[in-house]
C-alpha cells in the first residue's frame, strides 16, 4: 500500500501522510497504555492484591499490615524474610480483628457476610467459609 500510495502521490504529499499515519499508531499507542494504568483488568488486580496480602503490605499503598503478632513490627517488601516475630501470648493476638490500613483507609480485613468471621477484604473468596465476594462474582 506504501510503494502505491509513493507513486501516485507527490512526494511533499506522502511525506505529511506517512506523518499523520506514525501520529495515529502513536496515539492509539498511548490510549492503550493510559487504559491499562486507569483500569487495569482483574486478573491483573487480583495478582497485586494476592502478592500484597502475601507479604503482609496494604495493595493500595504497600504500608504493612500491622496485625495480630506483627503489630509492633516495621517492615517492606526487601526486609520481610529478615523479620523475627516476637513471642506472645494468645489474649495478645488480634489477628481475628478487622483491620483498616491506618495509611490509605482501604479496608482490609472485615466480617464476612455469610459466617461473620474476619477475612482479607480485597480478595475473592472468604477463607473460613469459601463464600465469593462482590470482586469474584462482578
Ligand atoms: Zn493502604
Ligand atoms: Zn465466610
Not at 53 to 70: A, D, N, S, T, W
Not at 90 to 104: F, H, L, Q, R, V
Amino acid at each position: 500500500m506504501l510503494v502505491v500510495m509513493h507513486e501516485h502521490f507527490p512526494r511533499r504529499w506522502f511525506k505529511y501522510i506517512l506523518i499523520l499515519i506514525l501520529l495515529a499508531a502513536a496515539a492509539r499507542l498511548l490510549v492503550y497504555f493510559i487504559r491499562s494504568i486507569v483500569a487495569p483488568s482483574k486478573d491483573k488486580l487480583l495478582r497485586q492484591y494476592r502478592d500484597a496480602y502475601e507479604k503482609f503490605l496494604c495493595p493500595v499503598c504497600e504500608y504493612p499490615i500491622r496485625r495480630g503478632p506483627m503489630k509492633f513490627l516495621y517492615w517492606n517488601r526487601r526486609t520481610l524474610k529478615k523479620l523475627r516475630l516476637p513471642a506472645q501470648s494468645a489474649e495478645e493476638d488480634t489477628s481475628g480483628d478487622p483491620y483498616i490500613c491506618p495509611s490509605c483507609s482501604a479496608d482490609l480485613f472485615s466480617e464476612c457476610p455469610s459466617c461473620h468471621a474476619v477475612r482479607p477484604t480485597l480478595l475473592p473468596f472468604c477463607d473460613h467459609c469459601g463464600a465469593a465476594s462482590d470482586f469474584a462474582t462482578s
